[in-house]
């Protein structure tokens, strides 16, 4: 009987991490770049042992960690001149009070020195690794494909480069073999603020594969319904685990204080 409670407790648990991740991902729907989260299980594993002849041990939490997923986003037109989206690979590079991290969220400023700057007010890097500056005199600078800021000086009507992003990429994302062998090791872990920051190890280079978009936002890759409909699923399954532990410790209550009396 209390084999059974430890077995439906041991279903509860991974599926509480679930929720929580889900929870997670509808939380930050709203939000540019967001990439949703997954949880890594140990079924598989767990299933060979059975076949096998081996007694599963179902005792142990089951979750083995999280992975993110870094589909591509659809992109959103907003016309903001400094709203740029990556369609493609690779991520930009912000200068954060941590050192240099990494996001997908182009949702950019320029602040009151004409840097251009994250919603946090980080600088936002340049190929060169140096913060990039927008001169007021600029009005309507153009951001091409590749991430080079062009502008009119409108005063002076000259035309001048003012510097290019640096888009970085991380060619471990998409090797199936470094997948396959560290599985339970990611290229890229989010920080507090949402930020990507690279493992130690993990190359970084310039990205060639992709495209700006300016005027643009990437969206969450995140779908509310399929999203809820995990939520719901999780939640009924982990109720099931819930109900059966009650019914268990009934049964084991009138074991106990009922058929085990001696009358």
């Known amino acids: 009987m209390i084999e059974g409670i430890y077995i439906s407790a041991s279903g509860m648990l991974p599926k509480s991490s679930r929720h929580e991740a889900i929870a ?11 990439k949703k989260d997954s949880m890594f299980l140990r079924e598989v594993r767990e299933a060979k042992k059975q076949n096998s002849g081996d007694y599963p041990d179902w005792r142990i939490n089951r979750l083995e960690g999280t992975w ?28 954060t009070p941590d050192g240099v991290q990494y996001t997908r969220n182009g949702s950019f400023a320029r602040d009151d020195q004409g840097t251009l700057v994250n919603l946090l007010g980080h600088p936002v890097m340049d190929v060169n690794g140096e913060t990039i500056t927008v001169p007021a005199t600029f009005e309507a600078p153009i951001i091409d494909a590749s991430g080079v800021i062009k502008g009119r000086d409108e005063l002076l009507g000259i035309d001048s480069i003012l510097g290019q992003l640096q888009i970085t ?10 997948k396959a062998q560290t599985p339970y090791q990611p290229v ?30 990437e969206q969450a890759n995140v779908q509310p319904v399929l999203e809820m409909v995990k939520m719901i699923d999780v939640y009924r399954s982990y109720e099931a685990d819930q109900r059966a532990i009650q019914v268990q410790d009934s049964t084991l209550d009138r074991a106990v204080n009922d058929v085990g009396v001696v009358r």
């Open 24 to 34: 997670n991902n509808l939380a930050n729907i709203e939000v540019p770049g967001f």
């Open 68 to 95: 993110t997923d870094f589909e591509q986003g659809s992109l959103r037109r907003t016309g903001n001149m400094f709203n740029m989206a990556i369609s493609g690979q690779g991520f930009f590079a912000v200068e």
């Open 169 to 178: 990429d991380f060619p471990q994302l998409y090797d199936p073999l470094h």
């Open 188 to 217: 890229l872990t989010k920080s507090e603020n949402g930020f990507y920051v690279p493992q130690p190890g993990m190359v970084q280079q310039a990205a060639d594969q992709f495209e700006l978009a300016q005027g643009f936002l």
